[in-house]
Every structure is written in C-alpha cells, then in structure tokens.
C-alpha cells in the first residue's frame, strides 16, 4: 500500500496527500486487503481526483461520516468496489463482529489521526509509517465498516 507521504504522489499531483487523507488512505488499504487490488501511485492520483469529482472527498481529502447528510466514508468505500451495507460511528471498546472492519480514531492533544484496525481495537497499518508519535495517541472512536 502506497503511504499519504509517499514522495511519488507529490511529483505528480498539488493534491494535500500529506495533511489530512489518513482516513481516506484507510479506505485504499481495506480496498487492497479485501480486493485483493494494489494501487500503484498513479492509480491512487487518479482516484482521489475522481473522488473530489464527485464530492466523496473534500478539497483536503478529508472523508466524513456526515458530510450534510451524506456518509461519503461509505460512498468512497463504495466507489473503490467494496460492498459495503453501511459505516458507523462507535466507541473504542467496540469489538467488531464477522464481516466488520473498523478504522481507529488516534486522537492526542489537537491533533487526530485514522488508522485500519484488526478488529479489537489494534492498529494494522499507518499511511504515516511507525513514527515515535504514534506511542502519544491514545484510541478514541472507531469508524465500523459492515459489509
């Protein structure tokens, strides 16, 4: 999975990857694991230029579970072919049932960052990388994909 600072997407796109797609980032690393797809650097340009096309994104790339009425989480996990029957908000000591998957909410002071979880509540993957920050953030909430 391509990383959001990735050296590569700032060459060939002005797009913000590195300031606030970690969710979105989140949703190309479930297409990959439950597709069995890769998205390449170039693929994952053109995407989120679609994305943006269709408002599944904002012009930060940021991806909201109520963006005036619409949940673009589910529609951008939608559009990237994942058959998702909805995503929801719950609390960090939720532990995902089968055909769950959850996207963690890392929060420290002033800042909040997503990452895949395993389904308990453990993260799989960082689009950042392991960073010694990582250890600061404590888990607040999770976003939970039902397929």
């Known amino acids: 999975m391509i990383r959001q600072d990735c050296a590569e997407l ?7 990857f590195k300031k606030y797609a970690c969710k979105l980032f989140s949703c190309f690393y479930f297409a990959e694991q439950l597709l069995n797809v890769y998205y390449d650097v170039e693929a994952v340009v053109q995407i989120t230029e679609e994305l943006l ?3 599944h994104v904002d012009d930060e790339l940021s991806v909201y579970e109520n963006l005036n009425g619409v949940n673009t989480t589910k529609r951008t996990l ?11 908000y719950q609390p960090a000591d939720y532990i995902c049932k089968p055909n769950e998957y959850e996207i963690l909410k890392l929060t420290k002071p002033g800042y909040a960052h997503f990452v895949p979880g395993d389904g308990n509540g453990n993260y799989t993957w960082d689009s ?8 600061q953030y404590t888990l607040k909430s999770k976003r939970i994909i039902i397929l």
């Open 10 to 16: 700032g060459y060939l796109s002005s797009l913000p």
């Open 53 to 55: 096309h269709f408002n």
């Open 78 to 88: 939608k559009f990237l072919g994942l058959p998702v029957g909805n995503v929801i």
């Open 128 to 135: 950042l990388g392991i960073r010694p920050q990582q250890k």
